[in-house]
């Protein structure tokens, strides 16, 4: 569902409108490094993968990490295990 969406770009440039582009790829960088052998987001689960990270901080970091989320499952990410979309129903 993300063929030919460039999600490093995309993330750099949502977070980046937001926290500005010096925090943007700060933030990016920082999560890169803790990820064996990655230097680019390359996939809607890396994205959202940063999204959860940036959620788990505080202030307009997790606020923007909740929307990169949202972005990421639009593209195909499967979110949270166990998630099927539901919200609220019971099976």
């Given at each position: 569902m993300n063929e030919g969406v460039d999600v490093h770009r995309l993330a750099l440039d949502k977070v980046g409108r937001?926290?500005?582009?010096?925090?943007?790829?700060?933030?990016?960088?920082a999560f890169l490094s803790s990820r064996p052998a990655r230097e680019r987001l390359e996939s809607?689960?890396?994205?959202?993968?940063?999204?959860?990270?940036?959620?788990?901080m505080q202030g307009m970091e997790q606020a923007v990490g909740a929307l990169i989320t949202v972005q990421a499952v639009i593209l195909g990410a499967p979110g949270?295990?166990?998630?099927?979309?539901?919200y609220g129903r019971k099976s």
């Open positions: 937001i926290l500005g582009p010096a925090r943007a790829s700060n933030l990016l960088t809607a689960e890396d994205l959202y993968a940063f999204g959860r990270s940036l959620s788990e949270e295990p166990g998630n099927s979309g539901t």
